[in-house]
Nanobody, 128 residues
Framework: QVQLVESGGGLVQAGGSLRLSCAAS????????MGWFRQAPGKERELVGA????????YYADSVKGRFTISRDNAKNTVALQMNSLTAEDTAVYYC?????????????????????WGQGTQVTVSS
């Protein structure tokens, strides 16, 4: 049974940092492309960042470039999202997602439908 478990969310002041982690119980984790999405109230779920199965390529939404960093540890089956210089606009539920389908380039992994498994989400609230 595949499970993705996020942790690290919470309340932080604007300008602060948080580090989200996702532990994946996927036998083929090292061949999965992983993504972090977020969804604010009344808004669609959007991709924040993605990392290719090999770790050799990453993608970031324009709104987080230069502030967020996605990384993975295939030996530990984990993926992390380091978030710096947080603003109130970053407030949302953050979701970890796994794509088990073959991925050649991250353009194949931009939409929620491109992913196969999801975590339960972790709330990030940034106070201004």
């Amino acid at each position: 049974q595949v499970q993705l478990v996020e942790s690290g969310g919470g309340l932080v002041q604007a300008g602060g940092s948080l580090r989200l982690s996702c532990a994946a119980s996927i036998r083929t984790f090292s061949s999965c492309t992983m993504g972090w999405f977020r969804q604010a109230p009344g808004k669609e779920r959007e991709l924040v960042g993605a990392i290719l199965w090999s770790g050799s390529a990453t993608y970031y939404a324009d709104s987080v470039k230069g502030r967020f960093t996605i990384s993975r540890d295939n030996a530990k089956n984990t993926v992390a999202l380091q978030m710096n210089s947080l603003t109130a606009e970053d407030t949302a539920v953050y979701y970890c997602a796994a794509r088990v389908r073959s991925t050649v380039w991250l353009g194949q992994a931009r939409r929620p439908d491109d992913y196969d498994y999801w975590g339960q989400g972790t709330q990030v609230t940034v106070s201004s």
